[in-house]
């Protein structure tokens, strides 16, 4: 949260693990809760940058042209997330910082 901070940006956390996004079939890839995000934080969605370890995550942040960030928490995943289009691919939790700044 802190390279957040230093770099100027907002957080906001969005999941899939709500009874709310399960329901209403809202889950990703569908973008809607980067949106809500997005809008809670008062920026437009292609302003945002999605943090995730699973494709649908990158393809949610493509569908709304926000930046995305895939993070290799499992051996195969980096090749996964690449290929989904992620902007960057991180196995290390340590290595976001650098990612944010860049993003």
Partial sequence: ???????GRQL???SNNTGA???PGLMKPSPH????????LGVEPDACTLIGDQTTDVQ???AIA???IGYANKP???DDLTAAGADAVIAR???????IRAS
């Fill in 12 to 14: 906001a956390i969005v």
């Fill in 1 to 7: 949260m802190s390279a957040c901070r230093e770099a």
């Fill in 33 to 40: 809760l980067i949106e809500r995000a997005a809008q809670a």
């Fill in 60 to 62: 949610a942040a493509r």
């Fill in 21 to 23: 996004s399960v329901r």
């Fill in 76 to 78: 195969g995943k980096a």
């Fill in 93 to 99: 939790i340590d290595e976001l910082t650098e990612a």
């Fill in 66 to 68: 926000a930046a995305s």
